[in-house]
């Protein structure tokens, strides 16, 4: 699925057809994608893997890509194994790269795979600078992991959002995002609204063009849609006026009081009721 976004940053992610739930327990009728960008600069970059049983279509882009010469840099954003378990595919084949991560990454990555050196270790607000572009490192802890962190393309004014902004589904759908996306939220980030919230003060300060997510699409227009969906789910509020009427009925009487209530309601006063 190798293809250039915009001034030598690819997609070489993959589409995942197989899986039928997502962390085993969230339904995948679509699949899921997992997204890996390469960063073709002085240095050469890789942000991010994908799951182990399809690191090799990863390698096989990135070889394509590198065309013999060596890869430089492995970002790594988030240690959920479905972004990182390939990178010891990626490490044998290029044992020279160096790992860029938090502290709290490294640590992960000694205890899940046994990495414990090779690493180019950056703080909150650390850059670095790759030949014409200059990456910078904001942290997001609890977004939904506590070692994420996110990337942001100075030169491009592109945000490697980690699993902020995802959805599900294969890229090969065609789906309306925000469906999708809400769900993703709901059950992935749901009840760190707070720290999402964080991460948005932070993105507020960076001039955001495009949008790389983990999972799901590219986001490279109406940004201020999708910024305002994450607003709006992290600080609980309602996307739309509306009641709804939760409710049980054994013998179906309080289904004719439920359903006489919500058409008085729509009457007088809400008619967006569910």
């Known amino acids: 699925m190798k293809r250039e976004l915009l001034n030598k940053i690819y997609y070489v992610g993959v589409n995942d057809r197989q899986k039928t739930l997502f962390e085993n327990m969230l339904p995948l009728p679509y699949g899921v994608s997992y997204n890996a960008y390469f960063i073709d600069d002085e240095k050469t970059v890789l942000v991010d893997t994908v799951e182990q049983p399809f690191a090799e279509q990863l390698l096989a882009q990135v070889q394509e890509l590198l065309a013999g010469r060596q890869l430089d840099y492995l ?12 990178i010891k595919t990626l490490q044998a084949i290029y044992p020279n790269m160096q790992i860029v991560a938090n502290a709290k990454t490294i640590e992960m ?3 899940y795979y046994g990495i414990r050196e090779g690493f180019h270790v950056v703080k909150d607000g650390d850059s670095l600078n790759i030949g014409s572009r200059t990456l910078q490192f904001h942290f997001a802890p609890m977004v939904h992991w506590p070692e994420v962190m996110v990337t942001y393309d100075n030169y491009n004014k592109v945000l490697f959002s980690a699993d902020g ?4 589904g294969a890229l090969d759908v065609e789906e309306d995002w925000a469906c999708e996306a809400r769900r993703y939220y709901i ?3 749901g009840k760190y609204g707070v720290q999402v919230q964080n991460l948005l003060k932070k993105a507020s300060t960076l001039d955001i063009q495009m949008i790389c997510p983990l999972h799901g699409p590219v986001l490279d227009n109406n940004l201020e849609y999708y910024l305002g969906l994450y607003d709006t789910w992290s600080s609980y509020k309602v996307e739309s006026e509306g009641v709804v009427i ?7 009487n309080t289904k004719k ?4 209530l919500a058409q008085k309601l729509k009457e007088k006063c809400c008619p967006k009721v569910v």
């Open 75 to 86: 970002i790594v954003n988030h240690m959920e194994p479905d972004h990182s378990s390939g």
């Open 109 to 111: 990555l000694g205890g």
């Open 165 to 168: 902004f995802g959805k599900f």
């Open 187 to 189: 059950g992935i980030v």
């Open 246 to 252: 939760a409710y049980t009925s054994v013998y179906g």
């Open 257 to 260: 009081a439920v359903e006489l």
